[in-house]
């Protein structure tokens, strides 16, 4: 429908949409008034009195005229019996492209169905093409969930378009049906086979883009066929997609409205279709087409609990993905969704949210029936210890010697217990073959050999209420003692990594109180003891390190050493305990630098703890393990060297020796995220203030800032949930948004700023309450503010700072007293008073 030119695009679109809906009213039986279309819009009064009598003009011939007395079907007013070929039997369906008849091909005596372009649509070019366009399109695939087209064909100035006869009916039908809606696992299966033909559509350079109920054709078998591909753009052939409303409003997806559309726009369209199936009623009902847009930007469906309860978690999870309005949240593909839906068919964790520990060791015993059975043992020989010994301490006197029998059978099956959660604690927290015959401890000094996951978090957490169980039963044991702080030691690794600093620091407080009541209680040895203590004190130390909680980060360090040097005899595991201390007290982060160096007491404390950690690192026989441990804080000592000399000679030395010993070790283990992560840091240790005025300096920062995000990429691929990897790219792009600046390069100033900026709100996103988070977001915003004034975008400017600001204010009040936290304030205080 073209309306006059005097009405302006956002009118029309406005406009185009509530015709749409009068439209379909007047198709289901309905009556719609123009006038009441004109009341409920005063606004679009006059264009909706002007186009709305053509709009019911044209819809009249084609509905009012749609049957004769005898239930032939007609077209726009004339009989069609025959089309060539094909005689029409019945109609079958109808849709905003056409209608679709059952018909028998005389030739060969096969029954198809065909699409018959209305007649009044031929006046439009159009609507021609899209007839025409669906045909190719379609032709061109074969899926078994996409219904197959024969062929196209005219007769007598008619467009039609045959296809196979599907048996069956529309899913829109069976949804809007009296009865139950679709049981969980049909739904599934039936949304699984969909997203498998768009996938197939997809790869082809086929966007359907009016994914919804009424195009998916359900067989006499039960499978779901996708049909009407009208709309479809071939993204190779077109890639630039139209901006002109086209499908049906209910199952756009939001940036459908804005003209905007991908693959994660059908994705939307799949997701909603599984909704109305397992709802049993449409996802948007009682809207006018002016209210829809904003009702499915803000999702307003109802939820689960209003509809039905019995839909399992992990598909409301699915539903929920797929549906979300913003793009990048939904699933990226839709293999990718049918992919989740078929690990739910398969009882088998979802990737769309991480499942709980209880739920993922069910299906994980379901699949692993045999270690399942040993865990199950362990389990039930924990309760059965525990009722052992309890009637054991009941019994009388002359029942002693059936008591001391019980309390022995008591000890057995506290060991198998133990053995198989110690099982279990290896089997979680360290993926993979590679590391499988490495021992507890040896994985203390390997913060990146694990890869960090919120489930492996999720079942440490809830292992240790079993060990504390099996410690009260037992409480003269050791060894329960000791496997107890081992897998503390490894849960706070692993939320370190995930950024869960908070609940690292709890986890180890929690186990440095475990030492104190119950290591003397359970004959724990003292020198293990202050071993065992000096480890939780180190983990403790960096996790305040990340939290730049300087004080207690040195407090902990210093704990380390004191209970690591009150050791007698001490091993050569104790002793790379105490270097990695003493490296860490004697190269404070960057931020604590300009602050403390200038200090000559602390800047020798500092060369005597660096001395120290040489010293002991000289002593030790390298295991292999330990080997790579060893190699990070050499390079580290001298990375310190480097920063601290005054002459341009030794800095390039000393920097030239940190990021050999680094290269040497990955030319042996090539796969050691650990030393990659230490030569990222030690290339990217660059001071831009010293570069700046030379222009030798400055690309000599430029070649090691690249090499440095070269190194980075593959550990941020393979590990995307670890922080610190996320933190490093930041700081980096950072340092390169300002090198372009020196350059004059403005476009690609702004690209690496721009980019810095979306990877830190991520991190935000994740830990919202983070302090560091926060003000590092802020001080980038301050660099965006600087670039928006030097181009004169003032009002981008006042965004920029409004947004840094907006950080600061979301810190929380305890943490605003932080030195880092005043310090943004100061920056950005300055910023905003210019």
């Not at 009916?169 to 809007?176: C, F, G, M, Q, V």
Request: aromatic share 4%; charged share 25%; hydrophobic share 40%.
């Amino acid at each position: 429908m073209q309306l006059p030119e005097s009405i302006d695009d956002d009118t029309y679109a406005t406009v185009d949409i509530l015709a749409s809906d009068f439209v379909a009213r007047y198709r289901n039986g309905d009556r719609p008034t123009v006038e009441e279309y004109a009341i409920r819009h005063p606004e679009l009064s006059e264009p909706i009195r002007r186009v709305f009598p053509l709009v019911l003009s044209v819809e009249k011939v084609k509905v009012d005229q749609q049957a004769e007395s005898d239930g032939r079907a007609t077209l726009a007013g004339r009989t069609i019996e025959r089309l060539g070929d094909f005689r029409l039997v019945r109609e079958i369906g109808r849709g905003g492209m056409g209608i679709v008849y059952e018909a028998e091909q005389e030739s060969l005596g096969r029954r198809v169905a065909i699409k018959v372009l209305p007649k009044q649509s031929l006046l439009t070019d159009d609507a021609l093409q899209s007839f025409h366009r669906e045909a190719s399109t379609a032709a061109a695939m074969h899926h078994s969930n996409i219904v197959p087209i024969f062929g196209t064909g005219q007769c007598d100035g008619t467009q039609y378009l045959v296809m196979q006869l599907i048996r069956g009916e529309s899913l829109d039908k069976r949804i809007t049906a009296e009865g139950p809606p679709f049981d969980c696992r049909t739904a599934a299966e039936i949304a699984a086979q969909i997203a498998d033909g768009l996938a197939y559509a997809h790869g082809n350079g086929v966007l359907h883009r009016d994914v919804k109920p009424a195009n998916i054709l359900l067989d006499e078998e039960g499978v779901a066929q996708l049909t009407d591909f009208g709309l479809a753009r071939n993204t190779r052939d077109d890639p630039t997609m139209t901006q002109a409303l086209s499908g049906s409003p209910r199952y756009m997806a939001p940036e459908r409205f804005q003209g905007q559309s991908d693959e994660r726009s059908d994705v939307y369209g799949v997701g909603l279709t599984l909704y109305e199936m397992l709802a049993g009623t449409p996802a948007f009902e009682g809207l006018t087409q002016q209210q829809l847009p904003e009702a499915v930007k803000l999702q307003l469906i109802k939820p689960w609990r209003d509809v039905r309860a019995d839909v399992p978690m992990d598909l409301q999870t699915i539903v929920a993905k797929a549906i979300n309005p913003e793009p990048a949240h939904r699933y990226p593909s839709a293999s990718d969704l049918r992919d989740d839906l078929k690990r739910f068919l398969q009882d088998e964790p979802i990737l769309a949210r991480r499942t709980t520990a209880f739920q993922r060791l069910v299906r994980w015993c379901r699949r692993n029936p045999k270690l399942a059975g040993v865990t199950g043992i362990a389990i039930a020989s924990m309760l059965a210890a525990t009722v052992a010994s309890s009637v054991g301490f009941a019994m009388t006197s002359a029942a002693n010697k059936r008591t001391s029998e019980a309390l022995a059978r008591s000890e057995q099956t506290v060991d198998l217990a133990l053995q198989s959660l110690d099982g279990v604690v290896e089997v979680v927290s360290t993926p993979g073959s590679a590391i499988g015959d490495m021992d507890l401890g040896e994985l203390d000094s390997a913060p990146f050999l694990l890869n960090p996951s919120p489930h492996a978090a999720s079942v440490l957490e809830n292992i240790q209420p079993l060990y504390e169980r099996l410690a009260n039963q037992s409480p003269t044991r050791p060894d329960i003692v000791r496997q107890m702080v081992e897998a503390s030691l490894r849960l706070s690794q692993i939320q370190r990594q995930l950024g869960q600093t908070d609940a690292a620091i709890n986890t180890l407080d929690q186990s440095i109180e475990l030492l104190g009541t119950r290591g003397d209680l359970a004959g724990l040895p003292t020198n293990e003891k202050r071993m065992l203590l000096a480890r939780l004190h180190n983990e403790l130390g960096k996790v305040h390190a990340l939290k730049l909680d300087d004080a207690h980060s040195d407090k902990a360090y210093g704990m380390a050493i004191q209970f690591g040097e009150a050791v007698t005899d001490p091993d050569d595991r104790l002793k790379l305990q105490l270097a990695s201390a003493y490296v860490a007290l004697g190269e404070p982060p960057p931020q604590r630098r300009r602050d403390e160096w200038g200090s000559p007491v602390e800047s020798r404390i500092a060369r005597e703890r660096l001395s120290a950690a040489e010293l002991l690192l000289s002593e030790l026989t390298i295991p292999l393990h330990d080997a790579s441990e060893v190699a990070v804080l050499r390079a580290r000592i001298h990375l310190a060297k480097s920063r601290r000399a005054k002459r341009p000679a030794i800095r390039q030395s000393e920097l030239l020796s940190a990021t050999e010993i680094l290269r040497d070790r990955l030319i042996q283990n090539p796969d050691d995220s650990r030393v990659r992560f230490a030569l990222v840091e030690v290339l990217s240790s660059v001071n831009l203030r010293r570069q700046f005025g030379s222009k030798r300096l400055i690309n000599e920062a430029d070649e090691r800032l690249h090499e440095a995000l070269a190194e980075l990429q593959p550990l941020r691929s393979s590990n995307p949930k670890t922080q610190l990897f996320a933190i490093s790219e930041v700081h980096i792009l950072h340092k390169l948004s300002s090198l372009a600046r020196s350059d004059g390069d403005f476009a690609l100033e702004l690209e690496r700023l721009e980019k810095a900026i979306a990877i830190q709100s991520s991190l935000v996103d994740a830990s919202p309450s983070s302090m560091p988070h926060r003000c590092w977001r802020a001080l980038l915003f301050r660099s965006l503010a600087e670039i928006r004034r030097r181009s004169g975008d003032t009002e981008a400017e006042r965004e920029a700072i409004a947004a840094a600001v907006a950080d600061l204010d979301a810190i929380a009040p305890e943490s605003k007293t932080h030195p880092f936290a005043v310090q943004t304030q100061q920056i950005i205080q300055k910023l905003h008073d210019l």
